[in-house]
């Protein structure tokens, strides 16, 4: 898409230039040339195709979540450190590129459907950016126009959150019903289904968003919201010819979506590619892997805890799960849990010879290191190596979406489960409670994350949620729309250590891997890692800890306080932004 970008771009000039030979203004012969045939309005078009995440966008996505622990504390919840000046986000050089198509796609000589089609995939854009914004600022400008400099309208102030949805679900609605594209075995391309995929995805996060976030006031327009959202999952499901991936057995199927050269197209509906002889590549394992580069990002047991038994009961309910070691909790789990952090009998190839690989505390803070993006080769850890292709959106996420939208909505059945919460769970290998939707709410799911929440249905779903879609960039809008932005104060949590200064094997293959300590052991054993649990490390406060001072879970940056704010379920409008126009105004509490 970015080189027909670049040819369009190329044949501009060109125009350019003859057209001084023939004196016809520059502006005039460019406009003539792109909206005068297909081609060009193909050409054009193609150019909206940079708006979408890139596959380091989404990599790096849920670094900021709950479960997330990483080097530093997000500046958005440490006190002080994140306001107007610091924020960022409000620029719309994007929109005028949309507008400006929209409005000028209007040539007769190009049949009617054709450029209702193309008109569908600008308003498809349109409506993305606008979510975008409104996700993070709340109320905008809406903004239908090429604007000139001059206009007037640069200068408005915001219109209505209610207004500016109402206006991306009109442009959702128009480009499923003109987009003709139906079928793209690139998984490049917007399709029918794609545009359903993200009205689903939309509706769902606005449906949820006006029935818990009170103060708006608009808990009486929640429905039509996520009735819109299950009418869009239904188009997919139905029409879309999408299934989940089972490929490799629940052992390999879920991880091979992420670490495929190729998008796996019975599942993945849009992603970002790689093209080796183009030399494009994505950094995954490199900022996965680094000490330095990346951010580190570990899961935490809190979190972790969510997996299920094999059996389909919660790990939670087992006697003395707060105290089993790593070895242990990892065992006859959901398998979506060793396909997503490091456990068990992984392995990774070094120059062609196949090595045990435990998690490595020169990168994990917790011991639950992710490998969902990282290929297996180290080949790929230094540098932008990696030639795995990124899903943008796949079609678990639109099970989930009509799950969570029919139980919202009160009409969730066990018909629904079955093709929903139980194709996912029996794609992971979890054997039991696959055929109905459970009875009984789930006492951790309740205390630890949604309190407010008895519907024993819902409280799955959004643990399903979290686990089948974690570090895929879902989980800080999920806590946004549900209201639940308090745990992102949790402890950053990490396995249970019994003892000091006891060595630890990780994976059982006879060879320990880490020890922590207080007091440094004068002899320290090849092949080990020794992390320092001290109280403080040269009079300055330890990060890494354990909750019971000489035993317990590992505890990282425990010392630094994090206090979620109602603010921050907007960001503010950036300072230099209300300086050159005073009417935008500023988000509340900022």
Not at 300 to 327: E, H, I, W
Not at 426 to 445: S, V
Not at 503 to 511: C, H, Q, R, V, Y
């Amino acid at each position: 898409m970015k080189l027909q970008h670049i040819g369009l771009l190329l044949a501009g000039l060109l125009f350019a230039g003859c057209s001084e030979l023939e004196q016809i203004p520059e502006s005039t012969a460019s406009k003539n040339s792109v909206f005068s045939s297909e081609r060009g309005l193909e050409l054009y078009a193609n150019s909206f195709y940079d708006n979408l995440p890139t596959a380091n966008d989404i990599i790096r996505s849920d670094e900021m979540a709950d479960f997330a622990a990483r080097t530093q504390v997000p500046d958005l919840i440490r006190d002080g450190a994140y306001g107007p000046r610091q924020s960022s986000g409000w620029t719309w050089t994007a929109l005028r590129n949309i507008n400006y198509f929209i409005e000028n796609a209007t040539n007769p000589a190009i049949p009617a459907d054709v450029r209702r089609h193309y008109i569908g995939v600008a308003r498809f854009f349109r409506a993305l950016f606008y979510f975008d914004k409104v996700k993070r600022f709340g109320d905008v400008p809406w903004i239908n126009k090429a604007m000139g400099v001059t206009d007037q309208d640069l200068y408005k102030g915001r219109d209505s959150r209610v207004m500016v949805m109402d206006s991306v679900l009109a442009d959702l609605n128009y480009a499923t019903q003109n987009i003709r594209t139906t079928s793209d075995n690139s998984r490049t391309l917007i399709t029918k289904s794609v545009a359903n995929g993200y009205k689903s995805r939309i509706c769902l996060f606005e449906g949820t968003f006006r029935k818990y976030q009170t103060s708006y006031k608009l808990e009486g327009t929640a429905a039509k919201w996520l009735t819109e959202s299950v009418t869009a999952s239904e188009a997919v499901m139905k029409d879309g010819g999408f299934s989940l991936n089972e490929a490799g057995g629940t052992d390999k199927s879920y991880r091979q979506l992420f670490i495929n050269k190729t998008p796996v197209t019975n599942e993945i509906m849009l992603s970002a590619v790689v093209d080796p002889a183009l030399s494009v590549f994505n950094d995954a394992n490199w900022w996965w892997t680094s000490a330095t580069y990346g951010a580190r990002v570990s899961l935490t047991r809190t979190f972790v805890n969510t997996y299920l038994n094999l059996d389909g009961t919660p790990f939670t309910s087992k006697a003395g799960y707060k105290t089993l070691t790593f070895m242990e909790e990892v065992k006859g789990r959901d398998k979506r849990l060793p396909q997503t952090i490091r456990s068990g009998n992984y392995t990774r190839v070094n120059g062609g010879a196949v090595e045990p690989a435990p998690p490595v505390f020169s990168y994990t803070y917790t011991g639950y290191m992710p490998i969902k993006w990282t290929l297996d080769d180290t080949y790929a850890d230094g540098g932008t190596r990696n030639d795995n292709s990124i899903s943008i959106m796949r079609y678990a996420e639109i099970l989930l979406n009509y799950a969570e939208a029919k139980a919202e909505l009160g009409t969730f059945t066990d018909a629904d489960w079955v093709k929903t919460i139980g194709a996912l769970r029996k794609r992971a290998g979890i054997t039991g409670g696959l055929t109905a939707k459970p009875t009984a709410a789930d006492p951790y799911l309740q205390a630890t994350y949604f309190p407010g929440i008895s519907d024993p249905s819902l409280l799955e779903i959004r643990r399903e949620r979290g686990i089948e879609l974690a570090l895929e960039g879902f989980r800080f809008p999920d806590l946004i729309r549900w209201k639940r932005g308090e745990l992102m104060e949790q402890v950053w949590n990490g396995f249970y250590v019994p003892a000091l200064d006891k060595p630890m094997d990780l994976n059982e293959d006879g060879k320990n891997d880490v020890v922590f300590y207080k007091v440094k052991p004068a002899t320290q054993l090849a092949g080990i890692t020794y992390i320092n649990v001290a109280e403080t490390v040269n009079g300055v406060p330890n990060p890494q800890r354990l909750s019971n001072d000489t035993s317990g879970e590992l505890t990282w940056l425990s010392n630094i306080p994090r206090k979620w704010n109602d603010k921050y379920y907007l960001y503010p409008i950036p300072e230099n932004d209300r300086l050159l126009n005073p009417e935008i105004g500023q988000n509340p509490g900022w």
